[in-house]
T-cell receptor
């Protein structure tokens, strides 16, 4: 299957600073990528849809000014958590789709563990 | 996208067959039923996908009755490494991979 890579795998930052997480599709082009957040013992929650060359679409309740998404190329989307606070500590996961029409499969990155201290 | 309901947790022993059932009463005509596996601190991994009847791959089988309101993931002869959370989702091709995850089933395989 296709490979999606996230970087970094984990990051610790101080409260008030910003953190950038990268999501790359390594062997295919992805016009659309997705960002999820997962708290301990909970399911994945879709945060936003990242569209190449245009603005991201955010899910209800997700602050677009806090979670900045940039999708500048067909293989790279970035999520920047601005002015991070301890409550933003979570596991962030991206996915990209290798579109094969009805039989679409989403490939996930390995996730980024963010800890804000 | 279809709302799904699964058991929160299941226990099994090594070597047993495990069947996880998922309810999706409002699944749309163009939704494919898809199962993902997630290990702790990792992204989900695709297991199997089907539309109706039975699908089998090297990892699992997926049984979907004619009314498509439920599906059953079957894991043959589980091992300790199959301990994970399993998610059932309705996946629509024109959504470009957008997935709405339910609570999932936490499978614990014991020796």
């Amino acid at each position: 299957g296709a490979v999606v890579s996230q970087h970094p795998s984990w990051v610790i930052c101080k409260s008030g600073t910003s953190v950038k997480i990268e999501c790359r599709s390594l062997d295919f082009q992805a016009t659309t990528m997705f960002w999820y957040r997962q708290f301990p013992k909970q399911s994945l929650m879709l945060m936003a849809t990242s569209n190449e060359g245009s603005k991201a679409t955010y899910e209800q309740g997700v602050e677009k000014d806090k979670f900045l998404i940039n999708h500048a190329s067909l293989t790279l989307s970035t999520l920047t958590v601005t002015s991070a606070h301890p409550e933003d500590s979570s596991f962030y996961i991206c996915s990209a789709s290798s579109d094969r029409g009805p039989d679409t499969e989403a490939f996930f990155g390995q996730g980024t563990r963010l800890t804000v201290v | 996208l279809a709302k799904t309901t699964q058991p929160i947790s299941m226990d099994s022993y090594e070597g047993q067959e495990v069947n996880i059932t998922c309810s999706h009463n409002n699944i749309a005509t163009n939704d494919y039923i898809t199962w993902y596996q997630q290990f702790p601190s990792q992204g989900p991994r695709f297991i199997i996908q089907g539309y109706k009847t039975k699908v089998t791959n090297e990892v699992a089988s997926l049984f979907i009755p004619a009314d498509r309101k439920s599906s059953t993931l079957s894991l043959p002869r589980v091992s300790l490494s199959d301990t994970a959370v399993y998610y059932c989702l309705g996946m629509r091709g024109n959504q470009g991979g957008k997935l709405i995850f339910g609570q999932g089933t936490e499978l614990s395989v014991k020796p």
